[in-house]
């Protein structure tokens, strides 16, 4: 079954500050995807990126920066220069193939971590 | 364009009661997903069609729960009777194709307070 860890539940850090946001995924499959999505106070789960498998290049987008290590099984997403505007729940989930049989279309999602950027 | 329409926003009822929430997705998505998110967890998946067929509804309470998407577009989430524990916000979503490994846009949600 897979699963999605995000250890840290809630982080400050005061604007203009890095952060890094932890994420460790559990599979069996050898193809998925693994996504970060930004859940601000509004509620609506805003899509941040989406990565497969086979490709472990890190991306950068802005201040956003994302580290794929599948040898730790590792998704973490780095805010560079943190902005007040960054503050919401951050999910990062995980999707198995559509291949891999039951339950295979299910987006599992981790518990979130909540930032909180301090002016 | 118009994203994921969700209402009622917030609904509260007493236990035992009737509820239902409505979701419009956005235009052309032929997949449409219902998430429950309870307080400080990650969305989980309730149910997902692809057009107006229920093609994982594994993780749907079917003894009180029920869903339809006639003609492929919309769609409704009854709760019947409503539960303590069914107090949540429950999200839709839709997607352009099949398959989880498309971008799920996200409506804002109904959260629901049962008393």
């Known amino acids: 079954a897979q699963k999605v860890t995000q250890a840290q539940t809630e982080i400050s850090v005061v604007e203009k500050e890095d952060v890094t946001l932890d994420c460790v995924y559990e599979t069996r499959d050898t193809t998925y995807y693994l996504f970060w999505y930004k859940q601000p106070p509004s509620g609506e789960l805003v899509f941040l990126i989406r990565r497969n498998s086979f490709d472990e290049q890190n991306e950068i987008s802005g201040r956003y920066s994302w580290n794929f290590q599948k040898s730790t099984s590792s998704f973490n997403f780095t805010i560079t220069a943190s902005q007040v505007v960054d503050s919401a729940v951050y999910f990062c989930?995980?999707?198995?193939?559509?291949?891999?049989?039951?339950?295979?279309?299910?987006?599992?999602f981790g518990k979130g971590t909540k930032l909180s950027v301090i002016p | 364009e118009a994203g994921v329409v969700q209402s009622p926003r917030y609904k509260i009822i007493e236990k035992k009661q009737p509820v239902a929430f409505w979701c419009n997705p956005i235009s052309g998505h032929n997949t449409l997903y219902w998430y429950r998110q309870n307080l400080g967890q990650g969305p989980e998946l309730l149910i997902r069609?692809?057009?107006?067929?229920?093609?994982?509804d594994s993780q749907l309470p079917k003894d009180r729960f029920s869903a339809e998407r006639l003609k492929g577009v919309d769609s409704t989430l009854k709760i019947q009777p409503a539960e303590l524990g069914d107090s949540a916000v429950y999200l839709c979503a839709s997607s352009l194709g099949f398959g989880t490994v498309n971008e799920q846009f996200f409506g804002p949600g109904t959260r629901l307070t049962v008393l």
């Open positions: 069609y692809e057009n107006e067929e229920a093609v994982d």
């Open positions: 989930a995980l999707s198995e193939t559509p291949y891999s049989g039951a339950g295979s279309y299910q987006l599992t």
